[in-house]
């Protein structure tokens, strides 16, 4: 048992961390009530990797991806949907709650929750530049109304272009073209998932799609999108003077943090919600936890915002515990965690640990009966970071490794 009866605990955010706050509070036993605003989709919990992996492709339904729901949750528990924490007045301890319905009245019109404690798990929505919002056929993969809307039209065997090649554009790339569709694949650089994975999987990566009869059209910028009528195809205008055009177009642009309602309040914004070791933000009572949360990372000795699904169940379960450790007097314990996040593309796994940003030597080995590429990135000559493809073995070993080696020399990026 955890807490007081008296006490109210606010959850914002329906998705992963908010989740897993909510069953983690529950786990323990908090003798309070909890008020989760789960936000504007209007829908339970479900697993967005699957979006445009499996779900993108028909192979499951939307009903097999949900999170476990907490029908069985001991915990008093007031689920608020369709509704979004529009305001917090840090002073008075107390969260404006908006919904849905009420778009366009003063926020004014919603209702202060008091909160004893707040977890701010808000996460991330779909990087849309203006121009191009709001296009018949242009669509942007966040959520699972946004999935369910390119499925729908995929009946129709539509001619489809990819813009962009981080995670999300090449999965979706990968799984349209799984699906049999044709796919043009635009990479602003020269190689797909290159920030991420550098140039040696980045030429993998372009290598798989060739295989599989993607067209990409590389170091290329969408500067404009133009749509004829409401069914028509949809044109896409290139920075060389160059077009393409298309019947569904899919931007996989990267995302932005939300956490927009926060403004003013005297919290740091600066890239996501700023928190300490222990995703304490300044304020002690207010905790941030999944793709919202920019905390420093010991076991590599500087700041950083993961956005990665394991990330926000292992944050979301940590900032928990750093809330129950000021309860109980206790210090609050630091989250030292190494990064860990997955794509499955064609039937391959890739996987990757660490935080290779500021990397300034690579390993390449081959791997396994298919001679797959095995990266090690290394920093002034210490691991920071490793990826592969069908190695999870290796993988989780180097994980466990830039784990022990970051917390025994203070971080591995503090030299
Ligand atoms: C298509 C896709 C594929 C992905 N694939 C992978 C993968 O293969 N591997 C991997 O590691 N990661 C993957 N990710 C990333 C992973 O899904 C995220 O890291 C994870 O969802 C983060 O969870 P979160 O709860 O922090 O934030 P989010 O999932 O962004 O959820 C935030 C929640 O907050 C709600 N909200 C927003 N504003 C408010 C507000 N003001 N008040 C209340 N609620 C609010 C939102 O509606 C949402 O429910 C993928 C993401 C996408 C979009």
Request: overall charge negative; some cysteine.
């Amino acid at each position: 048992m955890v807490g007081n009866t008296s006490q109210t605990i606010v959850v914002a955010g329906g998705s992963l961390a908010g989740h897993t706050v909510v069953a983690e509070l529950d786990r323990r036993g908090f003798t309070g009530e909890v008020v989760w605003v789960r936000g504007p989709e209007g829908e339970a919990p479900y697993s967005r990797p699957a979006l445009s992996k499996e779900l993108i492709q028909g192979k499951v339904t939307p009903e097999a991806i949900r999170l476990p729901a907490p029908e069985e949750y001991r915990i008093r528990l007031r689920i608020v949907d369709r509704a979004v924490c529009a305001r917090l007045d840090p002073d008075a301890d107390r969260v404006l709650v908006t919904h849905e319905t009420e778009a366009g009245k003063e926020p004014s019109d919603g209702e202060w929750l008091p909160f004893d404690a707040l977890f701010v798990c808000t996460g991330m929505r779909a990087r849309l530049p203006e121009g191009f919002a709001g296009l018949p056929g242009v669509h942007c993969l966040r959520t699972l109304a946004d999935a369910e809307r390119i499925r729908e039209r995929l009946a129709d065997r539509p001619r489809t272009v990819v813009v962009g090649a981080g995670l999300v554009g090449s999965e979706m790339a990968a799984s349209l073209r799984s699906c049999g569709l044709p796919v043009e694949l635009v990479v602003q650089g020269l190689l797909p998932m290159e920030p991420v994975f550098g140039a040696e999987l980045g030429r993998f990566c372009l290598d798989q799609h060739h295989a599989r009869g993607v067209t990409t059209r590389l170091g290329a910028t969408v500067t404009a999108l133009s749509a004829e009528g409401p069914t028509g195809p949809v044109t896409l205008t290139f920075d060389d003077g160059g077009e393409t055009s298309a019947d569904l177009v899919v931007l996989g642009l990267g995302a932005v943090t939300t956490c927009g309602w926060l403004e003013g309040c005297g919290l740091d914004l600066s890239d996501g919600l700023g928190c300490d070791e222990a995703l304490r933000t300044a304020r002690p009572n207010i905790f941030a936890a999944g793709d919202v949360a920019n905390w420093r990372n010991p076991v590599f000795g500087r700041r950083m915002r993961v956005e990665h699904w394991s990330n926000a169940s292992a944050q979301a379960r940590h900032a928990v515990e750093s809330w129950q450790a000021g309860q109980e007097g206790r210090e609050a314990p630091a989250f030292a965690d190494v990064p860990y996040f997955w794509s499955d593309q064609y039937g391959l796994k890739y996987q990757m640990v660490g935080h290779a940003r500021g990397h300034d030597e690579v390993q390449v080995e081959r791997t396994g009966t298919d001679g797959h590429p095995f990266v090690t990135y290394l920093r002034e000559g210490r691991v920071v970071a490793a990826a592969g493809i069908n190695a999870p073995r290796a993988v989780m070993r180097m994980k466990a490794r830039i784990q022990t080696e970051g917390m025994t020399t203070q971080g591995v990026y503090t030299r």
